[in-house]
């Protein structure tokens, strides 16, 4: 029997020249996070830009391929901000683009910010401590989410972005220590049809926290890249 590092080495020797990574290559898709932040005179006090890399248990779950529903004949658990869970069954629900609620049962529902954290972001549902919509102490108004109307093509890649803004008037600083995306899933199955209500598809605790001025605004960008 051969053990440890012994294996490691035969096999990596074993493998031919063009497999090795080169240091001019990419990932095939790149996500990142851009943040900006203006003072009550719309004056930039801040940008924050980390690449965002935490997809959650429910989007890994909508794009798994449709062998895996026909091959088990079940669905696979979706569960949504408030805990419920409802069974995905890919054969039955096509998902569209552009995701909005005058075109599609399924859609982009916001981009949500909070106050807290989470270490595991895979088997995040909700985010661990949401920031209201309203004027109210530690609240923010959220402004009407937007997604690209189509795929951009740039070259050789091609990308979409969802933003949205969002404006404090609590009468205090407001902090953002993590940022989620929702979106809105009508799911078809064997037993009928269900609306799951907003579903936490994507979530990212920020690498460092954003505060938020009174009368000041935030807008929160999500790119999504492929080949880049």
């Not at 794009?63 to 529903?69: Q, T």
């Not at 529902?109 to 004027?135: D, F, K």
């Not at 929702?182 to 690498?207: A, E, F, K």
Request: hydrophobic share 30%; glycine share 8%.
């Amino acid at each position: 029997m051969i053990i440890g590092k012994v294996v490691d080495d035969m096999y990596v020797s074993m493998l031919p020249e063009d497999v090795y990574p080169s240091d001019w290559e990419q990932p095939t898709l790149k996500v990142y996070l851009t943040a900006i932040v203006r003072d009550a005179n719309g004056n930039i006090i801040k940008v924050h830009k980390q690449w965002s890399h935490s997809p959650t248990s429910n989007f890994m779950s909508l794009i798994l391929p449709y062998n895996y529903y026909s091959n088990t004949g079940q669905g696979l658990p979706i569960t949504n901000t408030g805990g419920s869970t409802y069974y995905y069954y890919s054969s039955y629900h096509p998902m569209c683009y552009p995701n909005n609620e005058s075109n599609c049962q399924s859609y982009f529902v916001m981009i949500q910010v909070g106050s807290g954290s989470q270490s595991n972001p895979y088997s995040a549902h909700s985010l661990a401590s949401p920031i209201a919509n309203g004027t109210g102490t530690g609240q923010l108004i959220y402004g009407t989410p937007s997604v690209s109307s189509s795929p951009i093509v740039s070259g050789s890649s091609v990308y979409f972005y969802i933003s949205q803004a969002f404006n404090n008037a609590s009468g205090g600083t407001v902090t953002i220590t993590e940022v989620g995306i929702l979106i809105n899933m009508y799911l078809y199955n064997p037993n009928g049809s269900v609306n799951t209500g907003n579903v936490l598809v994507w979530y990212d605790v920020l690498s460092s926290a954003i505060s938020v001025p009174n009368g000041g605004t935030i807008t929160i960008y999500y790119t999504f890249t492929v080949n880049p």
